[in-house]
């Protein structure tokens, strides 16, 4: 088959096939804020994600998170509703056979679901996990899922579940489109260890199809890589990020607001590719077959920004997967970038309405945190997706900024660690130059919007529920991990926003001074620097030696501008 072909022409029934080889999935989730767009009644999506296996096996690190990823994308930007999104761990063989068939009974329970529509379905089917080449003996052998039950030193055709097979079966379903994303790795290795004694000579891609479209992760022989940084699979980041925008932008797409497989390849070419090579010293080349304008997502449109509207502002939406450019920008609510090599990256949030401080009967509640009140946020702003780190910070010093001064790391190390021993008037000190350097407008959040992002559209005490639950958060009663100093950023998962550690960690300076209530407070989100009760600033979040009870959404706590210690740090805001 010939890599890259358009000639296969397009059909009214595609089946869309994209064969993404990653030896350890994406994450999570990752997840980003994009506008919802209206919900798709014929979408149906199966999303499989094969982490635990069996024996000595090596585990695929983040096939969960892999699979989270993928189900918000369906849900989020092509509007699946969420009861036709199967999401199903650990697959066995048996679960493979009883979803798409087999050669026998090729009719499963994905193509029961899809006749219910009479032929309107949409569907999308995603694998993260191991693959392998069978039979090895063969010149000729071809990809197989490897369910989490299977032993890949005694395979059999009983043990694996072949792409041809898969492809053959979705073929037979009566529907609008097919499309199908396989993060796996065919060629008998894996970057977490060999799958097989040998490595065989394999065939990936399916049978030439005039109704197919495939991209692949990996050119034959290839290995593919992940980001542990992102806890991401590298592949399937890369093609999130294009499926959810990036390809549709400069350098790799028209514009226009959709995804075509060819801006996609082209997205893959210049940010995955790249990279692969400068991490880790080798290639990972996608591959693309098939109608190259086949179009794979069609982009919500960004909703107006209210700027002084009547009607309730947009509540917050779920967050959208990780859009990194260095120095390109879009106001795509959950978009990712940054201003410049160092700036620290940062997520747009949207415009939104929500209740600050916390209700009377909130265990733990403190009589600052009200009276309770409604804050809207008029427009749309970026917030930085992790705590300002050390090494953002050594590189503010290294330019000439912050006053010269390095603060301590209490030999917990620096680079991604949380930069501490910073008061108020160093973060500021830092945002002048930050502001400088990019000629954007840097300053710290105010205390209403910090509340609003750490909240993240949730009324609960922590943004992911009233318990503080385990290994949610570093503090001290959060449970494991827990070290007794900061953890690196990026150590928990994201809230909905897409923002890492707003509770816990490092407590995060914000712009106010500190007022014993609320009565009086703006409304508008912005700072509130009149009338203080104290000189101090406002310090929120928690950190890694707090209690739980210091971590609640609406907890506030307050310090002098002039002293430093190793609790707290800051995030950046930055105006659109």
């Known amino acids: 088959m010939q890599i890259g072909m358009i000639g296969l022409g397009r059909m009214d029934r595609r089946i869309r096939i994209c064969l993404v080889h990653a030896a350890a999935a994406l994450a999570a989730a990752l997840l980003c804020t994009v506008p919802a767009r209206a919900e798709n009644p014929n979408g149906i999506a199966v999303i ?27 849900v989020e930007v092509l509007g699946f509703p969420e009861r036709n999104v199967f999401l199903i761990d650990n697959a066995t063989h048996l679960q493979l056979v009883n979803w798409f068939g087999s050669d026998r009974a090729p009719r499963g329970e994905l193509a029961e679901r899809a006749a219910l529509l009479g032929g309107a379905a949409e569907i999308v089917v995603f694998y993260s996990g191991h693959g392998v080449p069978f039979p090895l003996a063969h010149d000729q052998a071809r990809g197989h899922l490897l369910p989490v039950d299977a032993n890949p030193q005694r395979l059999n055709e009983q043990s694996v579940y072949p792409l041809d097979l898969l492809q053959q079966n979705l073929a037979r379903i009566p ?4 499309t199908v994303y396989l993060d796996a790795c065919f060629s008998g290795n894996s970057a977490a260890g060999g799958l097989l004694g040998v490595s065989a000579t394999y065939q990936v891609l399916p049978r030439e199809s005039p109704n ?30 294009g499926l959810r925008g990036g390809a549709d932008g400069a ?23 790249g990279r692969a090579l400068a991490r880790f010293g080798s290639r990972q080349d996608a591959l693309l077959a098939g109608p190259a304008d086949v179009v794979l997502a069609v982009l919500p449109a960004a909703p107006q920004q209210a700027v002084a509207a009547p009607t309730p502002a947009p509540a917050p939406t779920a967050p959208a997967g990780p859009q990194v450019a260095v120095g390109v920008f879009t106001r795509n609510h959950g978009d990712v970038f940054r201003d410049c090599a160092e700036c620290p990256e940062l997520v747009v949030v949207p415009a939104g309405r929500f209740t600050m401080g916390s209700p009377a009967n909130e265990v733990g509640r403190e009589g600052g945190e009200g009276p309770q009140r409604t804050v809207t946020i008029a427009r749309a702003f970026a917030v930085g997706k992790y705590e300002v780190t050390f090494a953002e910070w050594d590189a503010c010093v290294a330019g000439g900024g912050c006053g010269g001064y390095r603060p301590s790391d209490e030999g917990w190390g620096r680079g991604r660690q949380p930069v501490i021993n910073v008061n108020w008037d160093d973060a500021k000190s830092y945002l002048a130059w930050l502001s400088q350097r990019t000629g954007q407008t840097y300053r710290l959040l105010s205390e209403a919007e910090w509340e609003y992002v750490a909240r993240a559209g949730t009324t609960t005490r922590y943004w992911w529920g009233n318990d503080i639950g ?18 690196p950023v990026g150590s928990f998962r994201a809230n909905a926003f897409g923002l890492h550690d707003m509770l816990g960690n490092v407590w995060e300076w914000v712009e106010d001074c500190w007022h014993n209530s609320y009565t009086g407070a703006p409304a508008d989100g912005t700072a509130w620097t009149t009338n203080c009760s104290t000189a101090a600033r406002v310090l929120r979040g928690g950190s890694w030696i707090s209690l739980p009870g210091n971590l609640r959404s609406a907890f506030r706590s307050r310090f002098t501008t002039v002293i430093r210690n190793n609790v707290d740090g800051f995030r950046v805001a930055r105006t659109l």
Do not use: H
């Not at 024996?55 to 998170?65: E, F, H, K, Q, S």
């Not at 593919?224 to 940084?229: E, L, P």
């Not at 028209?254 to 210049?270: I, P, S, Y």
């Not at 949610?472 to 991990?481: D, E, Q």
């Open 175 to 178: 529907a609008r489109s097919i």
């Open 251 to 273: 350098g790799a797409g028209n514009g226009d607001g959709r995804v075509t497989a060819r801006e996609a390849k082209a997205f893959l070419d210049r940010e995955m590719s």
């Open 212 to 241: 197919l479209t495939m991209v692949t992760a990996t050119d034959r022989g290839q290995v593919a890589f992940w980001d542990g940084d992102a806890r991401l699979g590298l592949f399937t980041r890369y093609l999130l990020d």
């Open 470 to 487: 385990r290994g949610n958060a570093n503090c001290s009663g959060c449970g494991t991990p827990y070290n007794g100093q900061t953890a």
């Open 48 to 74: 499989i994600g094969n982490k635990d296996y069996s024996g000595t096996t090596p585990d695929v690190l983040y096939a969960d998170n892999d699979a989270r990823a993928m189900r918000a994308f369906v």
